[in-house]
């Protein structure tokens, strides 16, 4: 018989992919539906490593102008074309930067946003 503490220690020490190809080959190789137990496994790794898979899954950013730069017209117009706001409100989103220019915007949208303020002389962070 099978040491089932180890057994236990091995599952919970599992990532989410190796989670999800034990569940494939007890439904493939031996007709098993591990659902509640694939479900019970994925919820116990670590912190660190549950910390670490969220910021891998993350797909959604805020765009944060932390400084204007020396280049405050040129920042100015990128963050008017990125928000599509008036001269006037983006001038006083840039004035009172740090500021967040874009929220929950999707990673490919907040990197090409970055690319932008960075290409005009902002300092840029994404969160």
Known sequence: MPNIEKLAEELV???????????????????????????????????????????QAKSEYDVVLKDAGAQKVAVIKAVKDITNLGLGEAKALVDGAPKTILEKAKTEEAEEAKKKLEEAGATVELT
Do not use: Q
Not at 17 to 25: F, I, P
Not at 30 to 40: L, N
């Open 13 to 55: 020490g599992l990532t989410v992919l190796e989670v999800n190809e034990l569940s494939n080959v007890l439904k493939d190789k031996y007709g098993i539906e591990p659902a509640a137990a694939a479900v019970a496994v994925a919820a116990a790794p670590a912190a660190g490593a549950a910390e670490a898979s969220a910021e």
